[in-house]
């Protein structure tokens, strides 16, 4: 089984270092306050941050992204472990209606049957991304929540992994460390200080098995050797604006790469992410680095092809997740998430335990039906359950915190390749979640009243789904009285 990786970083080179040797990589975001972790790891030591050399500056860094991670991703686990209530099996192409018709999409006409044709089947509907099954009584198996899934292990399996990695670049030039200098003056200045000099690359990684709670972390470290670029080729490099948010003010794998004249040392390091230190220290874990390579050989990164159907482009700065893709399902039209997709139908209850708001997610105009209104949630990934996948999509975007919701209960709509689980939770008593749109994929995120969820733009399945789902919450909400 492929082991996953979960990359404590937002930078698309470092991504890219790891697609291109195999790996696809779960992105999840530190947001780790840099200049107050220094801080705090000096304080411990009792030394002022200036005292802290390149090496321990890049490794503290490294070590509180990648803590600050595993513990979001403990959050999900532990939420998903807590799980109660049943999962709601739904097969809608093994209803009658839908078979009746799948049947006579499929029969041939009289004149193609004449020129020995058959006719092309038709969808049920006409949709080619969304999933419609108004009116139609689909058969159903009740299980409870925590039943495994067939070949998906999750957070709280046997283990080992998923690994996660945490990285800091520092370049450090006439004993100064430089991080990103964030501003063209900087920039500038120390573009300037570099030219024809060498200075020293330092990135720190560390990496925890998520399953032990293990980690282990080192350094790479390369010398690198600049030209004798002109001015205008400064200010030229500055106006491509690739230079103020990077590790000293250059990189090797874009604009700057013409300006570096060589390397000592490992070349990955200096973009921001050491293969050869990766692979010892997932060694030092027990675990083969070839166990985790999830990409075919010579496969195309995702990211340069067309995955949004029906859709405009999503942000430039988006990156491809593991299970992002379309598939081709059984019913006739292509479905988000290779895995599977879920989400979080989230309730908020007053003092009496009635069920007033949920949270809903108003879409992006680049997503898919755009401009509608559903829940936070979106494809499942390696190795993921439906919960767990759930718990982290609406995290991130809809700033929906684990630790304070209870799952009571899901709906799985199975299509055979292809299902979507809609995860049911209520706030826990005590706890408030504090909605926001965490990322690009959300124009808004808000409470809204259910009363008030019909009048909406609704996604096309949450039009269809909602009556049901707002029944089973009230049913939820008596059953959890007191919880």
Not at 78 to 102: C, F, N, S, W
Not at 335 to 363: D, F, K, P, S
Not at 416 to 445: C, Q
């Amino acid at each position: 089984m492929t082991i996953s990786i979960i990359l404590a970083s937002q930078s698309k080179p470092r991504r890219d270092v790891l697609y291109a040797a195999g790996i696809c990589p779960t992105i999840k975001v530190s947001h780790v306050d840099e200049p107050a972790a220094l801080e705090q790891a000096a304080r411990k030591i009792g030394v002022p941050v200036e005292r802290l050399d390149v090496g321990h500056r890049v490794a503290i860094l490294a070590r509180a992204k990648a803590n600050a991670v595993y513990e979001a991703y403990r959050a999900v686990a532990d939420t998903a472990k807590a799980a109660t209530g049943e999962r709601v099996i739904a097969y809608p192409l093994e209803a009658e209606q839908v078979r009746t018709q799948r049947r006579a999409d499929a029969r041939p006409s009289a004149g193609a049957a004449a020129c020995g044709q058959t006719s092309q089947p038709v969808s049920v509907v006409s949709s080619a991304i969304t999933r419609d099954f108004s009116g139609i009584t689909a058969p159903t198996r009740v299980e409870p929540i925590d039943t495994p899934i067939s070949g998906i292990q999750g957070l709280n399996g046997p283990g080992p992994g998923p690994l996660i990695v945490g990285c800091d670049s520092m370049f450090l030039f006439d004993g100064e460390c430089y991080g990103k200098p964030h501003d063209e003056a900087t920039a500038r200045e120390r573009l300037r200080r570099m030219r024809g000099r060498s200075g020293e690359l330092w990135t720190g990684h560390c990496v925890i098995d998520f399953a032990t709670g293990r980690a282990v972390q080192d350094a790479s470290r390369a010398v690198v050797y600049f030209g004798d670029y002109s001015d205008e080729d400064i200010e030229r490099y500055i106006a491509t604006g690739e230079p103020l948010e990077v590790a000293g003010s250059f990189t090797l794998e874009g604009f700057g790469g013409a300006f570096i004249d060589r390397i000592d040392g490992d070349p990955h390091g200096v973009i921001g992410i050491s293969l050869p230190l990766l692979r010892r220290l997932v060694a030092k874990l027990d675990i083969s680095w070839t166990d985790l390579w999830n990409v075919k050989p010579h496969a195309p990164n995702p990211e340069e092809l067309d995955n949004h159907p029906d859709s405009t482009q999503p942000p430039v700065e988006n990156v491809h997740q593991p299970g992002d893709g379309w598939v081709s399902c059984a019913c006739g039209r292509r479905h988000w998430g290779t895995h599977g997709a879920a989400g979080i139908l989230l309730a908020r209850r007053n003092e009496t335990g009635e069920v007033t708001h949920v949270a809903m997610q108003h879409r992006a105009q680049w997503s898919a039906e755009g401009g509608t209104w559903g829940i936070p949630g979106g494809a499942i990934a390696d190795n993921e359950t439906p919960i767990e996948g759930a718990l982290r999509e609406s995290f991130e975007e809809a700033n929906i915190t684990p630790q304070d919701i209870e799952v009571v209960g899901s709906y799985r709509e199975d299509h055979g390749p292809w299902a979507y689980t809609t995860v049911f939770a209520f706030e826990k008593p005590g706890h408030e979640v504090h909605l926001r749109a965490n990322d690009d994929e959300s124009m808004e995120i808000a409470w809204i009243p259910v009363d008030d969820v019909p009048n909406r733009k609704l996604l096309t399945a949450m039009r269809t789904d909602w009556q049901r789902f707002a029944d089973r919450l009230r049913i939820l909400s008596a059953a959890n009285q007191g919880r």
